[in-house]
């Protein structure tokens, strides 16, 4: 079945809702504890030496991997990915989360984990987008445009506030628990609903393909 043959109807609006709103959900939760992480070396560092440390962790991979990481989304299982994307994030938060418990936690530990939280976005937010255009029909995709924009913008707007009020009521841990369950429920929804993949094509194609995207 081609990837644009379930298209038609308004089946694809559950499939396509149930997984964005579960990417959502992880994306949101990523970039709440991301900030809280960040909030926290502040405090308690004082130091903005620390701090440039923390903001350099979780961006330098997205600058460094993001041009390849699009060029290997559009060549793999764009579910695949996703979803290595919120398991390897939930085990870096699980090992955040155990550090913040057993009061062993050094800025350090954080920027290691960081980079490894900002690797899985590297290639999970290209794979989430790439798949839209396999989900979601033609005349649709403006308005899925949109809504992508929007998450965005809520995602910019919303996480640092709220990561502020969390880290006010909850220890660290319980902050990052919450970025695991997020991260559990987008794998749930990916093992049952089925995410198209572009047409193959051959070893031989692809390697002129990914070395003409890649220049």
């Known amino acids: 079945m081609s990837p644009t043959s379930s298209l038609t109807g308004a089946h694809w609006r559950v499939r396509f ?14 970039s709440l504890v991301g900030f809280a992480l960040v909030w926290w070396l502040t405090m308690t560092s004082g130091s903005a030496t620390v701090l440039a440390g923390g903001v350099l962790a979780s961006m330098l991979p997205q600058m460094l991997l993001g041009p390849v990481a699009g060029v290997l989304v559009d060549r793999h299982s764009r579910r695949f990915i996703m979803a ?24 350090w530990h954080v920027y290691v984990l ?4 900002s690797i899985g976005f ?12 396999l989900m979601v029909p033609q005349e649709d995709l403006s308005r899925i445009a949109g809504l ?3 998450l965005s913008g809520a995602v910019g707007i919303a996480a640092p506030a709220l990561g502020a009020l969390l880290i006010a009521l909850l220890p660290m841990q319980g902050v990052m628990v919450l970025d695991i369950v ?7 929804t990916l093992m049952v609903i089925r995410v198209p993949n572009p047409p193959a094509r051959t070893a031989e194609a692809q390697r002129m393909s990914m070395a003409a995207d890649l220049r």
């Open 122 to 133: 590297t290639f999970h937010y290209p794979a989430m987008l790439a798949s839209t255009a």
């Open 84 to 107: 290595a994307a919120d398991l390897g994030t939930a085990l870096a938060t699980v090992v955040l989360a155990w550090l913040f418990v057993t009061e062993m936690i050094q800025p």
């Open 182 to 188: 997020g991260a559990c429920f987008a794998v749930a």
């Open 17 to 30: 809702c149930t997984i964005w709103t579960a990417q959502a959900l992880s994306l949101f939760s990523s």
């Open 148 to 150: 992508n924009q929007m």
């Open 114 to 117: 960081m980079a490894l939280r």
